[in-house]
T-cell receptor, first 110, second 114 residues
């Protein structure tokens, strides 16, 4: 599975959009981009995933560049409860395994 | 989303004893369950993958005789830490998926070995 690179930390003001970037320059054609988040001392929570088209659900939007080498997770109106570590993971899904990197710690501030 | 539970949520045991952690998918049948370990201020580390009715597949460096995994049904997997030692103290998290789709994680089990 391709490796991902994320900034270690980001801040966001409450009520504003949080844009979390992820680089995955070695992604292959059959690999998906998944986003999970982990609030302190809890199990990770699935957010969204995509292959090449942009995706949106009730939690977030996922924007994938045309060359698929990077993506952005957008939380449209961040709240204090969105403070968490966000993980971007690339996987082909053949094994179903997820390999977690260090993620981005998002701090939403009032 | 789908719900996965773990029991117990925390456990303290003495060195040399064994501890069993249960992982259940409450509202769906999980064809595959995964076990992770997380040390303080670190990311999740995949320990093993288990498919219902099959032997678990362990990641490199994970001792299969120390971390016994049983996936007896489509809704239950167990992780037994045998002869636990203080260095096994960690946050153990399971996840479940159906047909290799997204994984749903349990709330985790905090193990402290004294």
């Amino acid at each position: 599975d391709a490796k991902t690179t994320q900034p270690p930390s980001m801040d966001c003001a409450e009520g504003r959009a949080a844009n979390l970037p992820c680089n995955h320059s070695t992604i292959s054609g059959n690999e998906y981009v998944y986003w999970y988040r982990q609030i302190h001392s809890q199990g990770p929570q699935y957010i969204i995933h995509g292959l090449k088209n942009n995706e949106t659900n009730e939690m977030a939007s996922l924007i994938i560049t045309e060359d698929r080498k990077s993506s952005t997770l957008i939380l449209p109106h961040a709240t204090l409860r969105d403070t968490a570590v966000y993980y971007c993971i690339v996987t082909s899904g053949n094994t179903g395994k997820l390999i977690f990197g260090q993620g981005t710690t998002l701090q939403v501030k009032p | 989303g789908a719900v996965v539970s773990q029991h117990p949520s925390w456990v303290i045991c003495k060195s040399g004893t064994s501890v069993k952690i249960e992982c259940r998918s409450l509202d769906f049948q999980a064809t595959t369950m995964f076990w992770y370990r997380q040390f303080p201020k670190q990311s999740l580390m995949l320990m093993a993958t288990s498919n219902e009715g099959s032997k678990a597949t362990y990641e490199q460096g994970v001792e299969k005789d120390k971390f016994l995994i049983n996936h007896a049904s489509l809704t239950l997997s167990t992780l037994t830490v045998t002869s636990a030692h203080p260095e096994d103290s960690s946050f153990y998290i399971c996840s479940a998926s159906f047909a290799r789709t997204e994984q749903y994680f349990g709330p985790g089990t905090r193990l402290t070995v004294t």
